[in-house]
């Protein structure tokens, strides 16, 4: 039976050090400012909205959310993005994804400072990200938050076969880049991945993470034995309950360590946020912090 990866006790540990962050910009005059741009209603993403802002309390971070209704046009959240950019007060600034179709999200993406892109997704700092340049640059929350999660397990990565199932700009590219760069030999699935290839590559996996949206794609059988899986996935069944992209039940017999949905990459991504968010305000106002949180 498989340890069952507690993201939100480590999630925990990384929102007191966030906070104790806060505390010393707050000594500054400065409150660090997250906005996050809701347009429609993706499920996924309102349940991180709500998530997020009771998170952004308990640490201090001043949050709030804009809302758009899924009629609106990309003009005036391009309008608003522009606004947000110059107001002081802001130090962060995140636009929900997926957007209606009338979007083009690589224009949002672009239009948001890249001092202030808090999901990482400017093309500047995606850039730096696969280029592997030094220097502090934000980095997408899910597959840092990740990383922290890896670390705290004890997981090596150096040297190891890992697999990564889905290619967004939000998980599977920068989750990739950030393994590579961890000296990890790093498999990027996708759509068109054949599911027996899927499967195979799965087996050879030391590592597998999972961020699809389909529900089951792994099963405890597709794993090698002591495997670490990482379940991304955020999908809600018809009886509303809450499942990931992987068969808790038949993996968690096989693997080593696995994370749960929820409970597990979710809360992660949300203390990773506001990590991102104290350190953007750091950034903006010139202020040295302890990088505390190498040793949670
Ligand atoms: N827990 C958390 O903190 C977070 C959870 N999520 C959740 O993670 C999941 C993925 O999110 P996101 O990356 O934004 O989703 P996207 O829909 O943007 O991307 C899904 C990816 O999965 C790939 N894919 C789809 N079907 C298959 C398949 N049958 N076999 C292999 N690959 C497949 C797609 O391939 P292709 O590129 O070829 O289309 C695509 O690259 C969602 O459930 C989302 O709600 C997302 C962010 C944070
Ligand atoms: N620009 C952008 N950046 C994102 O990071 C982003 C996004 N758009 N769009 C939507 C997805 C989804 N996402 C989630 C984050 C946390 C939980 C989360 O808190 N999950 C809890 C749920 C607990 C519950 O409330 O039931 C858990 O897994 O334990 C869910 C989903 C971020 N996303």
Redesign the pocket.
């Known amino acids: 039976m498989a340890k069952i990866i507690d ?1 939100k006790a480590i999630a925990k540990k990384l929102r007191a050090v966030v906070k104790a962050q806060t505390e010393q910009l707050k000594q500054k005059g400065v409150i660090p400012g997250l906005v996050v741009i809701l347009i429609g209603n ?1 499920p ?2 309102e ?2 909205v709500r ?1 997020k802002e009771r998170a952004a309390e308990k640490v201090g971070v001043n949050a709030r959310t804009i809302k758009y209704p899924a009629s609106a046009t990309e003009a005036e959240v391009l309008a608003k993005i522009e606004a947000l950019n110059q107001d002081e007060q802001v130090d962060a600034i ?4 997926p957007m209606p179709a009338q979007f083009n999200s690589e224009v949002i993406q672009a239009a948001i400072s890249p001092a202030k892109d808090v ?1 990482g997704f400017h093309p500047l700092n995606i850039g730096k990200l696969f280029a592997n340049r030094s220097g502090y640059y934000p980095v997408a ?2 597959p840092r938050g990740i990383m922290t999660m890896l670390k705290h397990e004890g997981v090596a990565l150096a040297g190891k076969n890992i697999l990564v199932v889905g290619r967004s700009i ?1 998980v599977g590219r920068p989750m990739f880049a950030l393994l590579e760069r961890a000296n990890a030999t790093v498999t990027l699935a996708h759509r068109y991945t054949p599911i027996d290839t899927l499967k195979l590559l799965a087996q050879q996996a030391d590592v597998v993470i999972v961020a699809t949206g389909v529900v089951n794609l792994i099963q405890g059988s597709d794993l090698k034995a002591g495997a670490v899986v990482i379940d991304v996935g ?1 999908n809600r069944l018809a009886d509303g309950k ?1 499942v990931g992209d992987v068969d808790f039940s038949s993996a968690s017999q096989v693997a080593s360590a696995i994370t749960p ?7 992660m ?2 203390a990773t946020l506001l990590q991102t968010t104290v350190e953007l305000a750091g950034q903006h106002h010139d202020i040295e912090m302890e990088q505390a949180w190498q040793n949670i």
Do not use: M, R
Request: proline share 8%; aromatic share 4%.
């Open positions: 993201g993706d996924a993403s349940i991180y998530n995140l636009v929900q994804s999901d929350n899910t939000l955020i809450l949905v929820p409970g597990g990459v979710g809360p991504t949300i």
